[in-house]
C-alpha cells in the first residue's frame, strides 16, 4: 500500500471523487496504491480547488446544488446525421446554437438530426454541450508507410525541413508507401533551442517555425546543433520577410485561424522580450488579455505581423510536404504526431491559464522500468474546465494537426481514459485523474471524419480495462510493436506468430523510444543504461541476459536475423497498417531517443544521414516494398 488512505467522512474526498481523481489504482507489477490526503489535497489544489475542510464542504454543495438544476448533463454525445431526442426537456423551451454559428429555438424534446460539430445547447440558464459524432471512422486499407525523423533529414548538422520532407515523401511515393510519419511538429521554444524536443512543445495549435527552409545549406556534424542552427534559421526567416517588405500572412488565412493565433503570435513577440518562459516575465504580462500585454501588442505590431507571417510560411510549407505525397500517389500522405501534454511554461498555458492544472505534471505510476515512477515536466489538461469549454481546445489542437494530414498518431491515448499526476517536488507520491473519455474520443471522431482521416491511439504501457475496445468501436487503431508482443504467462520469451496481430492496430517492431532492430539484438540500450550508472552491473547483466533469450526466440520464429525478414514479418501481420522505421532501413543501432535521459544520451539530435537519391536507400526500401506487395500491402 502507498501511504494513508483518505478518510470517506472528509468533503475533500467527496470533493475529489467529483472531479475525478480516482481512490486507487494497480500499477504493472500488481502493487495497489491508495489515494492518500497529500496526493489528495495537491491535486485538489492544482484544480483550483479549496483543500479545507470548511472550504471542500462548500465545494461540493455548490456542485450538489448546480447539478440538480440542470435538466441536462454538462455535455453529451450523440451520433450525427440522426434525428435527436433529449427527453429531460419535457417541455422546456431551449436554444440550439450550432458550431457553424446558426441559431435554432425549439421546445420539447425532439432537437432534430445535427451535422459533426461541437453545438451549444441552453436550456432554463445552463448548457449542454452536444458532441455530434460519427459512431465510428472507416477502417483504413491494409497498407504501409516509413517513420522517419523530421530533424533528421537535413545533412550532418542541418535541422531537417519541411521541403525535405517533401522530397523525401515523394520518393517513398515511388516505392509503394503510403504514409511518411514523422516527431511532433507542434511550435516550440525558438528564443531557447535547448528545449528541442518535439514532446515538450510549447503549443499544439501551432506550427513549428524550426523547420522552415530558409535556403540554408548542408553543415558537416555527426549530431544535430540546434544550439547554431535555430538562431540561424530563424535570422535567415527575419531577412526574407524584410526582404519581402514586411508583409502580413493573407488575411483570409488568418480569419481562419481565429483568435487563438493572435494570442500566439503575441505571445511570440513577449518571447523574444523577455524570454521563451512565461513565468519569467514581468508579472503583469501573465495575463494574456491583460492593459499590459495588450499595450504590448500596439507598440510591437511589426513583431506580431512578422510571427503571424512564419505562422503563414509553416502553415504552407507543411500542405506543400503534404500535396507532394499525395501527388506521388500516397494515400494518406503525412502521419503527424500529437504530443501528450505541453510544457507548463509555454504558449499553450499562458493562453489559456485555467486549462491546465498547476504544480503537477503528466507522468507514469511505478512500472518494471521504473520502479519510482515517472514524471514528464508536462502540464496536464483540466477534465472539469475542458468540459466547461466544451471540448473545444482539444478540438483545436485536433484540427491543426490534420489539417495537412490524413493520418494522425495520438501519444498516450491511455490518458484519454484516466491520466497520472504527479506532484511537482518529488515527495508527493501521483495518482490517476479520470478522464472524460466518451467525449474526447467523439472529438477525435468529429475531427478525423472532417479531414477524412485515419488516427492511431498509442496504446502501450499499463492499459485501463476496456478502453482498446472502446478504441476499437470508435474505429481508432491501436499500436502493436514486435518486441513487446509475447506470451508473456510461458514464464520463457514466445513471440506470437504474425496472424495473431490485431487487424484494427498500426504495427511497427519498435518506436522511437525503443532500440533499433540492430540495438535490441545487441541490447545497445542496456549498455547506454549501465554507461549512464542507470543501471548497475548486475541489474544491466540480467538485463542483457533476458534480451539474449529474447533475441533467440524471435529469430528462431523469423528464421534469420537481417531486418529483411523482420519487414516481411510486418508486411504478413492483418494489421491494417505497418510502420517501418527509416533507422531499421538503414540497419542503425542507436535509437532516436532513450527515455529518462536529457542531455546525457543524444535524443532528438542524430541524422538519418541520407537523401532520397541515396541509392543504399533505395535499395534497402525496394526490398520492403517487395515484401510488402507480396503480403497484399500494396499494388503491383
Known amino acids: 500500500m502507498s501511504g494513508a488512505s483518505a478518510s470517506g467522512d472528509d468533503p475533500r474526498d467527496a470533493l475529489a471523487a467529483a472531479l475525478g481523481i480516482l481512490p486507487e489504482y494497480e500499477d504493472q507489477t500488481g502493487k495497489t496504491h491508495r489515494l492518500s490526503p497529500a496526493t489528495r489535497d495537491a491535486l485538489l489544489a492544482a484544480m483550483g480547488q479549496p483543500i479545507d475542510h470548511a472550504g471542500a464542504h462548500e465545494a461540493v454543495k455548490r456542485r450538489t446544488v448546480d447539478d440538480a438544476a440542470r435538466p441536462l448533463p454538462e455535455w453529451k454525445v450523440v451520433e450525427a446525421d440522426l434525428p435527436l431526442i433529449l427527453e429531460g426537456l419535457r417541455t ?10 446558426d441559431v435554432r429555438d425549439g421546445e420539447g424534446p425532439e432537437i432534430g438530426a445535427l451535422a459533426v460539430g461541437i453545438h451549444a445547447l441552453d436550456v432554463a440558464g445552463s ?49 509503394g508507401a503510403d504514409f511518411v510519419g514523422v516527431n511532433p511538429i507542434h511550435a516550440g521554444f525558438f528564443t531557447d533551442p535547448a528545449t528541442f524536443s518535439p514532446y515538450s512543445p510549447a503549443h499544439r495549435a501551432h506550427l513549428s517555425t524550426m523547420y522552415l527552409d530558409a535556403g540554408q545549406k548542408d553543415v558537416a556534424g555527426d549530431t ?82 512578422r510571427h503571424r507571417w512564419l505562422q503563414w510560411r509553416a502553415d504552407r510549407a507543411l500542405g506543400d510536404a503534404q500535396q507532394a505525397a499525395l501527388d506521388a500517389g500516397m494515400r494518406f500522405g503525412l502521419y503527424l504526431d500529437l504530443a501528450v501534454g505541453t510544457h507548463p511554461a509555454g504558449a499553450e498555458t499562458w493562453a ?68 497520472f499526476w504527479v506532484p511537482d517536488g518529488g515527495e508527493v507520491p501521483g495518482a490517476y485523474v479520470q478522464m472524460p473519455k466518451e467525449a474526447m474520443l467523439a472529438v477525435i471522431r468529429i475531427e478525423a471524419a472532417r479531414a477524412g482521416a485515419a488516427v492511431v491511439g498509442e496504446d502501450l504501457g499499463n492499459i485501463p480495462q476496456g478502453l482498446q475496445n472502446d478504441l476499437t468501436e470508435s474505429g481508432i487503431l491501436g499500436c502493436r510493436v514486435v518486441m513487446f508482443e509475447q506470451d508473456w504467462d510461458t514464464g520463457r520469451p514466445q513471440f506470437r506468430p504474425a496472424s495473431d496481430y490485431a487487424r484494427a492496430a498500426l504495427t511497427s517492431f519498435g518506436t522511437h523510444d525503443l532500440p533499433t532492430w540492430e540495438g535490441w539484438k545487441r541490447g545497445r540500450d542496456i549498455e547506454w543504461r549501465e554507461q549512464l550508472g542507470v543501471m548497475d552491473a548486475a541489474g544491466a547483466a540480467k538485463a542483457k541476459e533476458q534480451r539474449r533469450a529474447e533475441v533467440d526466440a524471435l529469430i528462431d520464429m523469423l528464421g534469420s536475423d537481417d531486418a529483411d525478414t523482420m519487414h ?69
Request: hydrophobic share 40%; glycine share 8%; net charge neutral.
Open 92 to 101: 422546456r423551451r431551449w436554444r440550439l446554437e450550432t458550431e457553424n454559428g
Open 127 to 175: 448548457r449542454c454541450w452536444l458532441l455530434s459524432a460519427p459512431k465510428s471512422l472507416p477502417e483504413p486499407p491494409r497498407t504501409w508507410g516509413v517513420t522517419l525523423p523530421l530533424y533528421g533529414l537535413g545533412q550532418g548538422s542541418r535541422i531537417g525541413t519541411y521541403a525535405d520532407l517533401g522530397r523525401m515523401a515523394a520518393m517513398l511515393a515511388e516505392t
Open 224 to 305: 544535430i546543433d540546434y544550439a547554431a542552427g535555430v538562431p540561424d534559421r530563424l535570422r535567415a526567416l527575419s531577412d526574407e520577410w524584410n526582404r519581402q517588405g514586411s508583409p502580413d500572412a493573407p488575411e483570409d488565412w488568418t480569419r481562419r485561424q481565429g483568435s487563438g493565433l493572435e494570442q500566439f503570435v503575441l505571445h511570440q513577440a513577449l518571447s523574444e522580450a523577455f524570454g521563451g518562459y512565461w513565468p519569467d516575465w514581468p508579472e503583469a504580462l501573465h495575463d494574456p488579455k491583460g492593459a499590459a500585454a495588450q499595450a504590448f501588442a500596439e507598440d510591437h505590431a511589426d513583431d506580431l505581423r
Open 352 to 419: 489559456q491559464p485555467d486549462l491546465f492544472a498547476r504544480n503537477v505534471s503528466l507522468g507514469a505510476p511505478p512500472d518494471f522500468f521504473s520502479s519510482a515512477g515517472q514524471s514528464w515536466g508536462l502540464a496536464p489538461l483540466r477534465p472539469d474546465v475542458l468540459a466547461r469549454d466544451g471540448f473545444r481546445p482539444l478540438a483545436a489542437i485536433l484540427r491543426r494537426q490534420l489539417a495537412h494530414a490524413r493520418l494522425l498518431r495520438i501519444d498516450h491515448v491511455l490518458g484519454f481514459e484516466r491520466a
Open 568 to 636: 516481411a514479418f510486418l508486411a504478413k501481420t492483418p494489421s491494417r497498417l505497418v510502420a517501418v522505421q527509416g533507422e531499421d532501413v538503414l540497419n542503425r543501432m542507436e535509437q532516436p531517443n532513450l527515455p529518462g535521459t536529457v542531455d546525457t544520451h543524444p535524443n532528438w539530435r542524430r541524422p538519418l544521414g541520407v537523401t532520397p537519391d541515396d541509392p543504399g536507400w533505395r535499395a534497402a526500401l525496394a526490398r520492403i516494398s517487395a515484401a510488402m506487395r507480396d503480403a497484399g500491402r500494396q499494388e503491383s
